[in-house]
């Protein structure tokens, strides 16, 4: 088997055994105590989104919106063409932006390599969102590679369909594309956001 293979078959089953360990059923209802498949937050569908680009800083007072929906690109994390450095000076004032939120939501896209135009080391399309005042939080990541071989829960489900249907089964709701895997999970109380709504 070769080196990437292997770590593909590793790694999906390190992320199949983690989401085994917490299924639960799809009809669960909120606020979750376990972990259950990735959903979409409720205030996802009225939230105005704000998109930077490759290095750009939100503004100060973006911290002070509530809810709080965010893009960013982070495709450009090299070492040769400073994009690491960029990187590093604007994701301070990225997460400083989302602290005082109850309601938030952001979607970005990665890719961490050598060079322009090298193989990623690492790259994904995330998405993490959390309902402080609901109680819960979702996170999920899709095409998720690792030297360019897709790993994710979805490929372990693949993997597991033929011999174990019903684990393949379990499993999908966490992930079902190659490179997928996702949950949504219940949050400590908040005080703060209990009472501001």
Same mark, same amino acid.
């Given at each position: 088997m070769s080196r990437p293979r292997l770590r593909t078959v590793l790694l999906s089953a390190a992320l199949a055994l983690g989401a085994a360990t917490t299924t639960v059923p799809a009809a669960t209802a909120a606020p979750l105590s376990r972990p259950g498949p990735f959903t979409e937050p409720g205030f996802a569908a009225g939230c105005p989104w704000h998109r930077y680009g490759?290095?750009?800083?939100?503004?100060?007072?973006? =911290?002070? =919106?509530?809810?709080?929906?965010?893009?960013?690109?982070? $495709?450009?994390?090299? !070492?040769?063409?400073?994009?690491?450095?960029?990187?590093?000076?604007?994701?301070?004032?990225?997460? =400083?932006?989302?602290?005082?939120?109850?309601?938030?939501?952001? $979607?970005d896209h990665w890719s961490v390599q050598s060079t322009t135009g090298a193989v990623p080391w690492v790259a994904w399309d995330g998405q993490y969102w959390w309902d402080r005042?609901?109680?819960?939080?979702?996170?999920?990541?899709?095409?998720? $590679?690792?030297?360019?071989?897709?790993?994710? !829960?979805?490929?372990? !489900?693949?993997?597991?369909?033929?011999r174990f249907p019903d684990l393949a089964d379990a499993l999908a709701a966490y992930g079902s594309a190659s490179g997928e895997s996702g949950l949504t999970t219940e949050l400590p109380f908040d005080l703060r956001c209990a009472l501001g709504g």
């Open positions: 490759e290095g750009e800083q939100p503004p100060w007072w973006l =911290a002070f =919106a509530d809810p709080l929906c965010v893009e960013y690109s982070k $495709r450009d994390i090299t !070492v040769d063409d400073g994009g690491a450095l960029r990187f590093l000076l604007a994701e301070p004032a990225r997460v =400083a932006a989302s602290l005082l939120t109850c309601h938030y939501y952001q $979607r005042t609901g109680r819960r939080a979702g996170v999920r990541l899709a095409d998720f $590679r690792i030297d360019g071989v897709r790993v994710g !829960v979805g490929d372990a !489900v693949a993997a597991l369909r033929p």
